[in-house]
């Protein structure tokens, strides 16, 4: 019979200590109260001690959010615990998350101890977190390196001291799928109060093991899994939540279940993503622009015949609307059927033969076909200098002192436009003095800026991907000023709109 596995989302704590990821207190309760809607069981909301500002933000997250374990995390310091137990006052339902290195390098190098001081402090910083709360998490810290007889008599005395849950964190990364599976298996076959506490794994992506190890835990006893939405975290990154909810979504041979509602999982991915700055790598599992999307003719054919065929994961199960059949050379008569049926054109057998003909010369030239250019193909649309919507004039006006404001004018269909917009930055008024002209209700779902030589005076690429009416549309743009670039790109997507 399937268990329960807890999901410990420690996105606020160890998410954001990526550099440059730092949020402030108003965009962790929007993260916490995402994470509260996804059904996640456990939130890690932060280190109260590290300052004020974390102090402040969990104390304001446990006055909102009610349903989950809130828990802030300590080292085994006496006035780190009395912080955070100072901090969770509000909390419903609170833990206190404390530990100690336990491997020989923290013991030697960090703590220049022994084995024997380590387990007392362990011991005593379990006891002392156990005066403030009866919900007590110990962790391990580099348990992936700590030798497994040593681990198992920490992991026996912290439980004995009150416990309920032991994390054993792979802190580095550094193990293999069956090493750390192996490890958890001997601490549930070695520790005689096991049965007392759930176990937890916390594992780091240095090696790219993490979630194979989280997994690899799972089958050999643990209930708890620890990670962060897209994975985000120190180095290298924790393990990708989104992915262990899914494997065992997935596979339904694995012993556990989660309480996870899985379409709000696209949402949580975007929003962090937004929040912390950090874009979505393409081929991400689970929640990358190019998770669900097909672009080899083989893959278009197979998948537009059944599903199945090429994915394993109802895209509508993560919150994303449909798979993606992306046009490109590669692409075959199916796919390119398939566009032309969705805006409105079912083409004879010699007609599509001659379409694809076309079709094929243009991929070969162009990276990013578009529904405007299939109209061009089957004789009905305009080209590309023909565009509904151009950029005629832009102006923006912002500082430090000022609110930033964007003046835009447009051709639209020979109309010339003009509008101005304030937002929360340059491009933020620039789009929304865009959609005070096109009159669309447009949702940007993904924004991202590269640059190819890193001078001051470099090219910008934009990319952008909006959606409208259900539907998703691209633009792109590249230009020295990156704020006429991000303009142009979000007018190239909405260009695209029927």
């Given at each position: 019979?399937?268990?329960?596995?807890?999901?410990?989302?420690?996105?606020?704590?160890?998410?954001?200590?990526?550099?440059?990821?730092?949020?402030?207190?108003?965009?962790?309760?929007?993260?916490?109260?995402?994470?509260?809607?996804?059904?996640?069981?456990?939130i890690e909301m932060g280190f109260p001690v590290s300052s004020p500002g974390d102090f402040n933000s969990i104390v304001e997250i446990t006055k909102i959010i009610t349903r989950p374990t809130l828990c802030a995390l300590t080292r085994a310091v006496e006035k780190d615990i009395d912080v955070a137990a100072d901090a969770l006052h509000f909390a419903k339902h609170k833990r206190i998350h404390t530990g100690i290195g336990t491997s020989q390098y923290h013991i030697t190098h960090k703590f220049n101890s022994n084995q024997d001081d380590i387990l007392e402090r362990a011991i005593a910083c379990v006891k002392y977190a156990k005066k403030y709360v009866e919900d007590v998490e110990f962790y391990a810290e580099d348990a992936g390196r700590t030798e497994n007889e040593y681990l198992a008599r920490v992991v026996e005395a912290v439980i004995a001291a009150g416990a309920t849950v032991v994390n054993i964190p792979d802190t580095t990364g550094y193990c293999m799928p069956e090493e750390y599976g192996a490890k958890i298996r001997f601490l549930i076959e070695n520790v005689k109060n096991i049965h007392k506490a759930v176990i937890a794994t916390h594992c780091h992506n240095d090696l790219g093991m993490a979630t194979a190890n989280s997994i690899s835990g799972i089958l050999n006893g643990a209930r708890q899994v620890e990670g962060t939405i897209n994975g985000i975290g120190e180095r290298a990154g924790n393990t990708a939540l989104e992915e262990i909810v899914m494997a065992v979504k997935c596979r339904k041979d694995l012993p556990v279940f989660t309480e996870v509602v899985t379409p709000k999982i696209y949402r949580a991915s975007r929003l962090v993503s937004t929040l912390m700055r950090m874009p979505v790598q393409p081929n991400k599992a689970i929640v990358g622009r190019n998770a669900f999307a097909h672009s080899s003719g083989i893959h278009q054919d197979g998948v537009l015949k059944n599903r199945e065929s090429y994915e394993i994961i109802n895209p509508v199960d993560v919150g994303i609307n449909e798979s993606s059949i992306v046009l490109t050379a590669r692409s075959g008569r199916h796919a390119l059927s398939h566009h032309l049926e969705r805006i409105g054109f079912k083409l004879s057998s010699e007609a599509l033969d001659d379409a694809y003909r076309k079709f094929l010369k243009l991929a070969d030239r162009k990276k990013d076909i578009s529904d405007e250019d299939l109209r061009v193909i089957v004789g009905v649309g305009q080209s590309e200098q023909q565009r509904r919507v151009k950029l005629k004039y832009l102006q923006?006006?912002?500082?430090?002192?000022?609110?930033?404001?964007?003046?835009?004018?447009?051709?639209?269909?020979?109309?010339?436009?003009?509008?101005?917009?304030?937002?929360?930055?340059?491009?933020?008024?620039?789009?929304?003095?865009?959609?005070?002209?096109?009159?669309?209700?447009?949702?940007?779902?993904?924004?991202?800026?590269?640059?190819?030589?890193?001078?001051?005076?470099?090219?910008?690429?934009?990319?952008?991907?909006i959606e409208n009416q259900s539907n998703t549309y691209y633009g792109f743009s590249a230009n020295t000023d990156v704020v006429t670039a991000s303009a142009e790109a979000f007018i190239d997507a909405i260009s695209k709109i029927v």
């Open positions: 019979m399937s268990e329960k596995l807890y999901i410990f989302d420690t996105t606020l704590r160890d998410g954001e200590q990526v550099p440059g990821c730092q949020l402030n207190t108003l965009e962790k309760i929007e993260i916490a109260k995402a994470l509260d809607e996804l059904g996640v069981d456990v923006v006006v912002c500082g430090k002192s000022s609110i930033p404001m964007a003046t835009v004018q447009l051709n639209i269909d020979g109309e010339i436009c003009t509008s101005t917009a304030a937002g929360s930055g340059p491009v933020d008024a620039a789009f929304n003095a865009i959609r005070q002209l096109v009159h669309r209700k447009v949702t940007l779902e993904e924004y991202l800026v590269q640059v190819v030589t890193r001078g001051s005076d470099d090219i910008g690429k934009v990319h952008v991907q």
